[in-house]
Every structure is written in structure tokens, then in C-alpha cells.
């Protein structure tokens, strides 16, 4: 049998901080731009669509990715609860970065909104104009937003804790890899 | 790998959690939740509520309103000043909406207040320019929270109807600008048609011309029809829906018309207060006319589920620095979106066809 590498594919490690970077930009950007009735609203609103279409984006050029190049091990020490929380968890994540952009696209859509994502690029609807679902996934896009940011907090402080204390390679896994624990000194 | 010892655990997981702390407070800060005042849509939406009292189901703001459908043609020389493809030579349907000011869908038509087009023109590019037009070239107040301060001040005392002289002096010794607007609406004519009434863009916008030079512009629809006024002295006696009944009888004898002018600011122009009028001879194109050939109530017309937002423009037409576009933007976005989760009752205009039938 062919031995997992204890690493996600590069791709997939360039792939995740690009988005950790733009879906955290994004959600601070979000609940910034509805708080204010300031000349931040028109500004912040333009970056919003732009950087939720990319998150759309590379979270679909992502997943095939993923499957493709899977993930490694969790370590043996990990409890079988512990292990389905972290599958769990990551699905949630995946889920969440879907639904955003699709639940944002879909609710402009609902209210009768022209979807222009920048100056030059509109969308088509893909939904149909109603007030009732534009209300509901307007909320919707609150509400999972919010459950979106507790989850990468929990995600965040799940890596490091495995990463400062546990030190069992999962942070590693997901950022400069093994091979170069082993080419390097340090490591324990 | 050693375990690590219990004051490397103390410290890693103080660590973690001043990181997660840290990004919270970041986040709670980024909603408005702490820190420092800001004016929400919801904040706006209270005031005007306070003023007008709670009218679900209905624009918090402009709620007694008819649509209309018509086009825009177009004559091209509107290219001279934006590549916006709705000045473009063509014929473009256009979704609009007649309102009066306020937050009563059922209210007097007799008041000096606002009378207000709303438009949508779409062309065949997919782009939309959305407008929310005045009877008059100004606004009473420059920013949101003098609007929120004007709601609170102008509220009608129960007893009289009117605002309260204890509340309504000092708020206008500290706001002369609506002083000015007062003045203003006090002696100008109140338009007794919505067809012979000039509506104005309210603000100044950003023109790009298909070379790249932008120019500030605000603009006007000028009527065809002559514009003849209410009595103001005896505006207590006008017939409840005057004005809707009006429009819907002109509509059914033929269209109205009126000229997309666009007025190009002279240097030294204010383009970021809408309070502020430009006065004197400017640059002004006829860009083309608008058409309007049906009017219908809100239940069954295109314009009730359309925000009609006027920072939805097309390319070639931008927001100026005026800070009252992005407070309309997001008072209207806050309205439109309370609403869309209600149960409006029945238009001033529906009821008005059940009465003609």
C-alpha cells in the first residue's frame, strides 16, 4: 500500500491561505459595510462582490482539488470523536464557503438587483425576483456569515492547538510540510 | 516528541486565546458593535418611524406611490458627457415610480411635501441606472445624521400637528441649511400634476466620457406639460388622492414627456452638499425624452419590488463625494429589505380604481 504523504498537496496549502486571507477580509468587509450609513457603504460594497466571486471561484477549483489530492492522516492519538469533529468541521467549512458566495449571488438576484460584480462584469440571475426569498436569503446570509467566522475561530484555535501543544504535525501538514522538518535542524 | 511541560501548555493556550480574543474584537469593532457611534440604516429607519410612526410592509420613506412604465429616448448627445450606454442614441424601457413624501402609504395629497419620480432605465447591455428624483433642485439637509436630527425635530405634536417650537428653534439655529430649504419650499410652487412637475437628481454625480474626462453633473427632468400650482392656502381641502387620481385619468387620455437635461458643473460648484444649488448659466444638454405611457397601483406595476437605489448607475456614471448617496443607498437598501419580509396592505392607488369602477 502506497503511504499517505503527512502533507496536503501544495496547491491545496497555497490554495487555502489565499482564501483564509480573502474569506477573513471578506466577512470584516461584510458586517463592516451594512453597520454604516457613511461613504464606507458604496466603498466597501464595491470590493464585496468582486472578492465573494473569487472566493467562489477558488473554492470550485479547490474541492476537485482536494478530493483529488486527499488529505493526510490524522494522528493515531486523535479520538475517533475528535476525528469525526475534524472531518466534520472541515465539510462545514467547505459548505460555508459555497453557500456565501451562491446565498449573496442568489439573494441579489431575488431583489431584482443588477449583479455587477465590477464595472465591467455582470452576472445573470440565478434566482427569480421575489421579495420574500430575497428576505430570506438576505437573512440567511447573516446568520451563516456569523456561524461561517465562529467556525474559523474555532478552526484557527483547533490548528494551533495542535500545532503549539499537541505539536503532532497537523499545523505543519497545512503549512511548510515535513519535508522540510526533515531537510532542516529543528524539529523534536 | 516530549510532551510539553504545563507551563508550555499555559502559555500556548494563553496565546490561542488572545489570538481568537484579538480577532472577535477585531470583528465586533468591524460591525459597529463597539467603538464609536455610527449612523445604521436601522438608525435612519427609527427616525423616521419616530416622525411618521410604523408602516410595515411599505417603503419606510415615500410610501404612497404609483408605478409607471414607459421608455427613454435616447438622442446621443448625452454622449458627450458619459459613455453610459442609456445616453447612447436608442430607445430604452424604462420601470418608474411617481411618490409623495413620507412614511403613510395612505396619506393626504394635500401637504407641501416632496412630490418624487423614481426611475430604472435598462439597456440592452444589462446595465440598469436607477434614480430617485425631487420636485425641487435641493435637499433639506447634507448628511445622515442631519436627517436623522430633522425626523426627530419635525415630529407632529399630537396636540397640533405640527412640530414642537421648543424642539424645532434650536434644531434649526444649529441647521440654517434646512432654515433655507423651509424658505425655499415655502414660496416655490407645489406642482398640482406629476406630469407638469420638474424632477431634479438631488445630487452631483461623476460623468466619464468615452475620451475619459469626468465632469460633476446633476441632472433634471423637465416636463412638457406647463407647470401649474396648488393652492397652498387652501391645500386642507384638497381631495385625499388628488394627484394619484389626476395622473391616472391624464395617463388614459395620452403619454407624458419630459427632457433628460444634464447640467454640467461650473468650477467652484459644490458637488458633495445637496443642500447647496448651482446658480447662474451652466452647460445644460438635452440628452433625450421620457415617455411615460401607463400608469398602475403597486400591486399589480413593476415598481413595487424595485429599490430604487441611486448608486445603482452604469458604467460611465459614478458617485460623487456627496455623503448623502451613501446614506440614501443604505437607508433604501434597510427599507427595501425590512419590507421585503412583510405584508404591505392594499396601495392608495389600488383602492382608487376599486373606487372608479
Do not use: M, W
Given at each position: 500500500m502506497k503511504q499517505r504523504s503527512p502533507d496536503f498537496h501544495l496547491a491545496l496549502r497555497i490554495v487555502h491561505w489565499l482564501m483564509a486571507m480573502l474569506v477573513l477580509a471578506m466577512l470584516f468587509i461584510g458586517v463592516g459595510m451594512v453597520s454604516?450609513?457613511?461613504?464606507l457603504y458604496p466603498a466597501l460594497l464595491t470590493w464585496h462582490r468582486p472578492i465573494g466571486m473569487a472566493i467562489l471561484m477558488l473554492v470550485l477549483i479547490r474541492m476537485p482539488l482536494r478530493l483529488v489530492t486527499g488529505a493526510p492522516p490524522l494522528p493515531?492519538?486523535?479520538?475517533p470523536l475528535q476525528g469525526t469533529i475534524a472531518k466534520g468541521s472541515h465539510v462545514l467549512l467547505y459548505a460555508s464557503m459555497i453557500a456565501m458566495p451562491l446565498i449573496g449571488w442568489g439573494m441579489l438576484s431575488a431583489g431584482g438587483?443588477?449583479?455587477?460584480?465590477?464595472?465591467?462584469l455582470l452576472l445573470p440571475a440565478?434566482?427569480?425576483?421575489?421579495l420574500k426569498l430575497y428576505a430570506a436569503l438576505r437573512t440567511a446570509h447573516t446568520i451563516v456569515a456569523l456561524l461561517f467566522f465562529t467556525l474559523i475561530l474555532v478552526h484557527l484555535a483547533a490548528a494551533l492547538m495542535h500545532g503549539?501543544?499537541?505539536?503532532?504535525?497537523v499545523l505543519r501538514s497545512m503549512t511548510v510540510g515535513h519535508r522540510s522538518l526533515r531537510s532542516g535542524s529543528a524539529g523534536g | 516528541m516530549p510532551p510539553p511541560s504545563k507551563r508550555t501548555f499555559a502559555g500556548a493556550t494563553a496565546l490561542i486565546g488572545t489570538i481568537v480574543l484579538l480577532l472577535v474584537v477585531g470583528f465586533a469593532w468591524a460591525a459597529g458593535w463597539i467603538g464609536d457611534r455610527r449612523i445604521s440604516g436601522d438608525d435612519v429607519l427609527a427616525a423616521i418611524e419616530y416622525n411618521g410612526g410604523s408602516h410595515p410592509?411599505?417603503?419606510?420613506?415615500?410610501a404612497k406611490g404609483l408605478c409607471f412604465s414607459g421608455s427613454f429616448e435616447a438622442n446621443d448627445a448625452g454622449a458627450a458627457l458619459s459613455s453610459a450606454a442609456a445616453l447612447g442614441h436608442g430607445n430604452y424601457p424604462v420601470i418608474g415610480r411617481f411618490s409623495l413624501a413620507?412614511?403613510?402609504?395612505?396619506?393626504?395629497?394635500?401637504?407641501?411635501?416632496f412630490h418624487s419620480m423614481a426611475l430604472l432605465i435598462r439597456t440592452p447591455d444589462g446595465q440598469e441606472w436607477r434614480m430617485a428624483l425631487d420636485?425641487?433642485?435641493?435637499?433639506?439637509?447634507?448628511?445622515a445624521a442631519s436627517f436623522v436630527a430633522l425626523q426627530r425635530a419635525t415630529r407632529?405634536?399630537?396636540?397640533?400637528?405640527?412640530?414642537?417650537p421648543v424642539v424645532m428653534k434650536p434644531f434649526l439655529a444649529t441647521h440654517p441649511e434646512v432654515k433655507a430649504f423651509q424658505d425655499y419650499m415655502a414660496k416655490a410652487v407645489l406642482p398640482d400634476s406629476f406630469a407638469n412637475a420638474t424632477y431634479y437628481s438631488i445630487n452631483a454625480f461623476r460623468f466619464t466620457d468615452t475620451g475619459g474626462i469626468t465632469r460633476f453633473v446633476r441632472w433634471q427632468f423637465v416636463p412638457e406639460a406647463p407647470l401649474t400650482g396648488i393652492d397652498k392656502a387652501h391645500l386642507?381641502?384638497?381631495?385625499?388622492d388628488a394627484l394619484f387620481k389626476e395622473m391616472i385619468t391624464r395617463t388614459a387620455r395620452g403619454p407624458s414627456r419630459w427632457h433628460l437635461k444634464l447640467v454640467v458643473a461650473n468650477p467652484?460648484?459644490?458637488?458633495?452638499?445637496?443642500?447647496v444649488a448651482w446658480t447662474g448659466p451652466h452647460r445644460t444638454i438635452d440628452a433625450g425624452t421620457l415617455v411615460l405611457t401607463a400608469v398602475e397601483p403597486e400591486e399589480t406595476g413593476?415598481?413595487?419590488?424595485?429599490v430604487f437605489d441611486p448608486t445603482i448607475l452604469p458604467s460611465g456614471i459614478a458617485l460623487s463625494d456627496d455623503p448623502l448617496l451613501a446614506a440614501r443607498s443604505k437607508s433604501y437598501s434597510s427599507s427595501f429589505t425590512r419590507r421585503a419580509g412583510e405584508d404591505a396592505g392594499p396601495s392608495a392607488a389600488a383602492k382608487l380604481q376599486e373606487h372608479s369602477r
Open positions: 454604516t450609513t457613511g461613504p493515531r492519538n486523535l479520538s438587483y443588477p449583479i455587477q460584480v465590477t464595472e465591467g440565478i434566482l427569480p425576483h421575489d503549539l501543544v499537541r505539536r503532532d504535525g | 410592509g411599505y417603503r419606510r420613506a415615500h413620507g412614511g403613510n402609504p395612505l396619506a393626504t395629497d394635500g401637504r407641501n411635501v420636485h425641487t433642485p435641493i435637499f433639506p439637509v447634507a448628511d407632529p405634536d399630537p396636540a397640533t400637528g405640527k412640530p414642537d386642507g381641502s384638497l381631495p385625499r467652484g460648484d459644490i458637488t458633495d452638499k445637496a443642500t413593476a415598481c413595487r419590488d424595485i
